[in-house]
């Protein structure tokens, strides 16, 4: 880990060299090593992370028949294209098949999968295949509200931007009703601004 922090951290000294900069100024002296360790630790976390681990046995026998729905989940990625972040929220629904699960794990598999490089279709995917995995429910459904930087502060500078994605499996799909539940559950509005 240190040496690939170490590595890291060259490397961003010959980024703020190329593009102008005096990496040894005061203001800059320690941002190589600071940025190493927030890829790292934090904001690319999720490579180094195993469901498994993260899930800690938090996975309850229960009778509950009925939707869960865990909406609001704030997330932080990091676009693929252009390496700044794209954020939102993500809404997550799953009707249990005997399998619960602990309600902090949600955002915690949510976590894991914003804190890569990432386009936010392949993350809604993820998160729901990741759930479907590990409870076998009869659906799960996740949608996924982000706004991108990369369309909002250069390219095509749109800020009022949004994308919804959405991912629906096993009884989502096959039932508008049930579908129609969970929408009604996370409403149409763009839950992170207002
Ligand atoms: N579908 C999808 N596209 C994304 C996502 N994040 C960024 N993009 C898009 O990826 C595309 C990359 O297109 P390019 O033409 O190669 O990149 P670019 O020249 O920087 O494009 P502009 O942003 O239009 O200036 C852009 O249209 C971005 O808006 C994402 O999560 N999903
Ligand atoms: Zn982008």
Redesign the pocket.
């Known amino acids: 880990m240190d040496e690939k922090k170490k590595q890291i951290e060259n490397h961003i000294r010959e980024i703020l060299k190329l593009i102008g900069e005096d990496p040894e100024r005061e203001g800059l002296v320690d941002t190589p090593h600071r940025v190493a360790k927030m890829y790292l630790n934090e904001i690319f976390q999720g490579y180094s992370q195993d469901p498994i681990k993260i899930l800690n046995n938090a996975v309850f026998h229960s009778d509950y028949e009925e939707m869960v729905v865990v909406k609001d989940i704030d997330f932080y990625s990091m ?4 390496l700044i972040p ?1 954020f939102g929220v993500v809404h997550v629904g799953y009707i249990p098949d005997g399998k619960l699960i602990g309600l902090s794990k949600i955002p915690r598999i949510v976590d894991m999968f914003a804190r890569r490089l ?6 809604t995917v993820q998160i729901a295949k990741t759930l479907e995995e590990l409870l076998e429910p009869k659906g799960v459904a996740v949608v996924v509200e ?1 706004i ?1 930087l ?2 909002v502060m ?3 500078k749109k800020p009022r931007n949004k ?1 919804i ?1 959405s991912e629906v499996r096993g009884a989502f799909r096959k039932n508008q009703k049930t579908r129609e539940e969970f929408f009604s559950h996370i409403d149409r509005r763009f839950n992170l601004i207002d």
């Open positions: 676009c693929e294209h252009h794209f990432q386009i936010q279709e392949q993350m982000g991108h990369c369309s250069r390219g095509v994308m994605t």
